[in-house]
Each structure stands twice: as structure tokens, then as C-alpha cells.
């Protein structure tokens, strides 16, 4: 039985430079409060690749060569539609990172300990990420080929979707 009739493509990328990566913070929107990639809708007529490049000079102001790392997969009770987001890594980029109507780029440390190598960057905020997004961070740090699956599901406690089931890898 399917009773998921249609996929929505998004895209997320991921900038890393030296040590840190940029995450921007959510001002509007889907996940609002959240600190994620940038990224957004595939559009009719662009590639994944083209909506991650477009997407990244919205909400953030560069460009870079981006590589793509991980696919997901969110399937939620209630939604008739499932959820393919295409991760996207950049090393390096071009241009002034600007904050958006939609985001507010920040950099955080990748090294899980606070070495003083890292300047000022806090480390990544786990907590203030998408539920699963704990599960691959590790393979999106480690530049690491990965993709994953996550079933969520209506929480009566907390009110909000919360992922049952999941893999990674
Ligand atoms: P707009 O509709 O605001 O784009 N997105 C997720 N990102 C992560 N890391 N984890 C999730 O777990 C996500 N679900 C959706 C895809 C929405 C943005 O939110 C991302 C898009 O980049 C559930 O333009």
C-alpha cells in the first residue's frame, strides 16, 4: 500500500572551509529556528545541482563547487507527499557571505574537541538541527559518500513529527 503519491526534491549544501563549516541559521519558513544547510525546491526545468548553486547565493551570497555527498529520504503520517533532498558539499567558495531574509550564515568548528586551532567557531550545534541530522553529520564531515532513510510520525507528547524509524549510511 502507497499512499505517498508524490516526491518533492530539495537540496542542502554544506560549505566547509579550513576547519569550520557554514550553517545558517532559519529565519522563516520550514524549520524555522533550525540551523541547517542552505537550500531549498528543485524548480521545473533545473537540475538538483543547478537549485543547490541558485539556492546557496540566495540564502547565503556565494558560490561554490559543489559535490554531492548524500541523498535522504523522509516519508511523514499525514503528508500525501515523501521528501528527496540532495546533500551537497562545497570546499572552499567565492564571494561575501551575506545573511538572507531566510538565513543567518554562521560559522562552527568540525573538530569534535575544542582545540584552540579552531579560533572563536563554536562546535557543531547538534541540538539545534533537524532530528536525524546527527545520524550523518559524521559522513558529511568526514567527506564520505552517504544516503538515508527516516520515517516520522506525529509525537502526542511533544505535538511535533519526530522520526520512528530510521537508517543511515
Ligand atoms: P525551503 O522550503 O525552506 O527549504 N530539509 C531538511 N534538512 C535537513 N537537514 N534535515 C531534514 O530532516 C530536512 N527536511 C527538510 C530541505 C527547506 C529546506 O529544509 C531542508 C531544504 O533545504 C527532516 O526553501
Redesign the pocket.
Known amino acids: 500500500w502507497m499512499d505517498h503519491k508524490k516526491v518533492k526534491f530539495?537540496?542542502?549544501a554544506f560549505i566547509f572551509h579550513g576547519n569550520k563549516v557554514l550553517l545558517g541559521y532559519?529565519k522563516r519558513?520550514?524549520?524555522l529556528h533550525k540551523y541547517?544547510?542552505?537550500?531549498?525546491?528543485v524548480e521545473l526545468g533545473e537540475t538538483s545541482l543547478e537549485a543547490a548553486a541558485r539556492?546557496l547565493e540566495e540564502e547565503a551570497g556565494i558560490k561554490s563547487a559543489l559535490k554531492h555527498i548524500g541523498i535522504?529520504f523522509?516519508l511523514s503520517d499525514g503528508e500525501d507527499c515523501a521528501?528527496h533532498?540532495d546533500i551537497y558539499r562545497g570546499d572552499g567558495f567565492a564571494g561575501v557571505i551575506t545573511e538572507s531574509e531566510?538565513m543567518r550564515p554562521e560559522w562552527f568548528s568540525t573538530s569534535a574537541d575544542n582545540s584552540p586551532d579552531t579560533g572563536e567557531a563554536p562546535s557543531i550545534p547538534y541540538e539545534q538541527?533537524?532530528?536525524?541530522?546527527p545520524y550523518w553529520f559524521p559522513y558529511l564531515l568526514l567527506n564520505t559518500p552517504f544516503r538515508g532513510r527516516?520515517d516520522?510520525r506525529m509525537d502526542s507528547e511533544e505535538s511535533k513529527l519526530l522520526p520512528c524509524k530510521w537508517w543511515f549510511g
Request: hydrophobic share 40%; charged share 25%.
Open positions: 530539495y537540496t542542502n532559519k519558513g520550514f524549520g541547517n544547510g542552505f537550500g531549498g525546491k539556492e535522504l523522509f521528501f533532498i531566510e538541527l533537524w532530528e536525524t541530522d527516516a516520522f
